[in-house]
Each structure stands twice: as C-alpha cells, then as structure tokens.
C-alpha cells in the first residue's frame, strides 16, 4: 500500500485536519512528543499507535485509561484498517482512515448471522418423559442440597433447650452448695468456734491465716 494513506479529523480540536501516514509506526496521544497529537483530556499520552505492514495499515491501542474504538468496536488487539474506518479515542475525539485510493479500497466485511432455526411445535405429551427423566437422574446422580426438614430442626432446638438447662441446673446446684457452705460456716464460728478452728481443721486455718498474721507478727491460735 502507497504511503498517501491518511487520517481526516472529523472531531475534535482540529476538525477537517488530515494527517499522512508517512512512517511505519505513527503514535497517536496527548504528549507534544507523539508523531500526531490529540489535544484531548480524554486522551492518554501514548493512547494509539497506526502500523503499517505489507497488507495494510493496522491501529493498536497503547493500553489507554479510555480505549480505542474502531466503528464503536473497542480494540483489544492489532486491527486492519479499511477505507472509512472511523477510530474514536476518548468521547471527543474521531478521525477516519482514508486508504491510499478509495476507489480501489476494500470495505471493512459485513458479518451477517444466520437467523435462528425455526421452533419446532411439541406436544406437551412429548414434554414427560424428558422431564420426568431428567428429575429421575438429579435424584440417582451427586449429592446436592436439601432443606432440613421441620423434624430434623425440632430436634436441634431440642437439644440446644435441653443444653441451656443442664447448665442453668448446674449453676443452680453450685449457688446451693456454696450458700450452705457459707450458712455452716456462719453458724459453727457463731456457737461452736472450738469445733470449728480447733478440730481436725486446725491446720488448714493454720496454713491459711498465719501467712496473712506475719505481717502483724501474730499466729492463729485457738480461741
């Protein structure tokens, strides 16, 4: 392809302006250092870049923060450019590409999807046996999941109750029991003192009181 290839800025700050595609790669962005410069916010610094091969022209995007579009098509990689292509940078900025003779240049080929197969009219008779068949395999196949049942949920807050009882019961018993250790206690120091700190738990109140009585250069004896 001859080097009179350009591209003609239909938007932006220059509109009607062309620009030749002289070089083998011309790098199009914001910085005053690109080949051609996009004077455009939404522009990177090095947005795109035109090369030229033995084929054609191709446009490449830079990795720019907004993209290159090629006819409202973003470009992720190398792409032919044909006569007329529009390439868009940013939301204010469109040029297209002019091929060297437009006469002689190729339109960019039309893709054109065939139209889906006509839906075909089933009976609903013929709608069983697949259904039934497809819940028969999901019941035989893997494991998946299902709800637990309002029994199985009954007997989880079964046991939950009866845990927080046992343990209500538990605390319950050790209250008791230390409010009757306390009460005796109260009791033989109240009436019967000898028994008390005189018997066979002499030396446990011997352990237990002299250490604190050391300061005060006392010793526990029987009252």
């Known amino acids: 392809m001859e080097s009179s290839a350009r591209l003609l800025v239909r938007v932006g700050a220059q509109p009607e302006e062309e620009y030749i595609l002289e070089r083998e790669v011309t790098i199009l962005g914001r910085e005053a250092i690109n080949d051609l410069v996009i004077d ?36 992720t990689s190398p792409l032919l450019l044909y006569h007329g292509d529009t390439i868009e940078m940013g939301k204010s900025s469109r040029l297209v590409f002019l091929g060297a003779n437009p006469s002689e240049e190729l339109t960019r080929p039309m893709t054109v999807s065939a139209p889906p197969p006509p839906a075909q009219k089933t009976r609903a008779a013929d709608y ?24 199985a949920r009954d007997l989880d807050d079964d046991e939950e109750g009866g845990l927080q009882r046992y343990l209500i019961s538990c605390g319950c018993l050790i209250l008791l029991f230390l409010f009757l250790l306390g009460a005796s206690l109260f009791i033989l120091d109240r009436f019967a003192p000898d028994l008390l700190y005189c018997g066979p738990l002499q030396g446990f109140w011997e352990a237990i009181l002299n250490p604190l009585l050391s300061a005060t250069d006392r010793t526990f004896a029987c009252p």
Not at 48 to 73: C, H, K, M, P, W
Not at 134 to 149: G, K, R, V
């Open 40 to 75: 455009d916010v939404e522009v990177s610094r090095r947005h795109t870049r035109i090369l030229r091969e033995a084929e054609g022209f191709y446009v490449e995007d830079l990795g720019s923060t907004n993209g290159t579009f090629v006819n409202g098509q973003r470009v």
């Open 128 to 151: 069983e046996p697949i259904y039934e068949e497809a819940f028969t395999e999901l019941d035989e196949s893997a494991e998946y999941y299902q709800p637990p049942s309002s029994q």
